[in-house]
Antibody, heavy 118, light 111 residues
Framework: EVQLVESGGGLVKPGGSLRLSCAAS????????MNWVRQAPGKGLEWVSS???????HYADSVRGRFTISRDNSKNSLYLQMNNLRAEDTGVYYC????????????WGQGILVTVSS | QSALTQPASVSGSPGQSITISCAGT?????????VSWYQQHPGKAPKVMIY???NRPAGVSNRFSGSKSGNTASLTISGLQAEDEADYYC???????????FGTGTKVTVL
């Protein structure tokens, strides 16, 4: 069974940093594209970042230059380093795995809350 | 990259069919067959219901179906049931500076 478990969320002041982690199990982690998606309180889903390969990485305009996605295949883990955080970055952050032969978000973690507030 | 456009809400009675639209552009919905749909119940993680425009993952009811015409994709739920009451989001691969783009979301209410 595919399992994705996020951690590292919490309360941080504007301008601060936070590193999210996503522990994966139940599949060959190194074989899949991985993603981060977020959802502000009471709002819709917003794609944040995708890691296809170590050099084929994409970011939403709203986080480019401030967030960095990375992975450690030896630890079956995905990361999101978030710097210079803003109030509008507040929300639940989901780790999601692509489909095996298709471009879609096939499996999701339970999400982790990030709150940016003074 | 602007969000794909969905109606804010759609409602129907049990047993009826409803359709949710998802309007994009030739750079996303219209240009690729990588449209997917997600169901999200309150406080829960999203769940994929349709991928590649019209494919259903294993375990998803065949009451859910997807289609696309031009720059607009659609999700149809037939035989509406109380458990279908949730938020639904479309999503597409995009050739813009992003990779994925989500729709604005539709709240489905079962009357």
């Amino acid at each position: 069974e595919v399992q994705l478990v996020e951690s590292g969320g919490g309360l941080v002041k504007p301008g601060g940093s936070l590193r999210l982690s996503c522990a994966a199990s139940g599949f060959t982690f190194s074989s899949y594209n991985m993603n981060w998606v977020r959802q502000a309180p009471g709002k819709g889903l917003e794609w944040v970042s995708s890691m296809i390969t170590s050099t084929y990485i994409h970011y939403a305009d709203s986080v480019r230059g401030r967030f960095t996605i990375s992975r450690d295949n030896s630890k079956n883990s995905l990361y999101l380093q978030m710097n210079n955080l803003r109030a509008e970055d507040t929300g639940v952050y989901y780790c999601a795995r692509d489909g095996s032969s298709s471009t879609h978000l096939a499996s999701w973690g339970q999400g982790i809350l990030v709150t940016v507030s003074s | 990259q602007s969000a794909l456009t969905q109606p804010a809400s759609v409602s129907g009675s049990p047993g009826q069919s409803i359709t949710i639209s998802c309007a994009g552009t030739s750079s996303d919905v219209g240009g690729y067959n990588y449209v997917s749909w997600y169901q999200q119940h309150p406080g829960k993680a999203p769940k994929v219901m349709i991928y590649d425009v019209s494919n259903r993952p294993a375990g998803v009811s065949n009451r859910f179906s997807g289609s696309k015409s031009g720059n607009t994709a659609s999700l149809t739920i037939s035989g509406l049931q109380a458990e279908d009451e949730a938020d639904y989001y479309c999503c597409s691969y995009t050739s813009s500076s992003s990779f994925y783009v989500f729709g604005t979301g539709t709240k489905v209410t079962v009357l």
